[in-house]
């Protein structure tokens, strides 16, 4: 987040290139569209943009593709059954949406994993 207007980054700010696609909405099974995304975590708010190659969407003009409350949901390693790719995780959200996200490196989607729990869990009671 070196574009960020308030560095340091605290620990509920992180972003970053990942893959992502939904795989439910409202309860109902979706197709997969993988698209790369620039991925911003501020706070409880998780924001998906299309690539931006690493630019960042501070100062771009590139909106928010998909916009998640944190708050309430839950993180996990995806099943097999979910994807054949390696370092999966399964994301479920409100409103019955469920995201699977994705990087070839396994360091960050391991920092992922824990900056998603760590929002999830100290905001559990929200
Ligand atoms: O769960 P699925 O249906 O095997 O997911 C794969 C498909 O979405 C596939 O696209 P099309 O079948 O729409 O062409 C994607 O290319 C694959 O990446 C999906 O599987 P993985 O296992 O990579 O998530």
Redesign the pocket.
């Known amino acids: 987040c070196s574009s960020s207007p308030k560095p340091p980054a605290s620990p509920s700010e992180k972003c970053g290139v990942l893959n992502v696609?939904k795989?439910t909405e409202n309860g109902k099974k979706v197709?997969?569209?993988?698209t790369s995304s620039w991925t911003l975590l501020e706070g409880t708010t998780l924001l998906f943009t299309k690539g931006q190659g690493g630019s960042g969407w501070f100062g771009g003009q590139s909106k928010p593709e998909i916009t998640v409350d944190l708050r309430g949901g839950s993180v996990d390693w995806a099943s097999k059954d979910?994807?054949?790719?390696k370092h999966?995780l399964e994301l479920k959200i409100r409103q019955g949406t469920e995201l699977?996200i994705?990087s070839e490196n396994d360091n960050v989607i391991n920092d992922w994993y824990r900056a998603l729990q760590e929002t999830i869990s100290t905001h559990a009671w929200e």
């Open positions: 696609t795989i197709r997969k569209n993988w979910k994807s054949s790719k999966v699977l994705h």
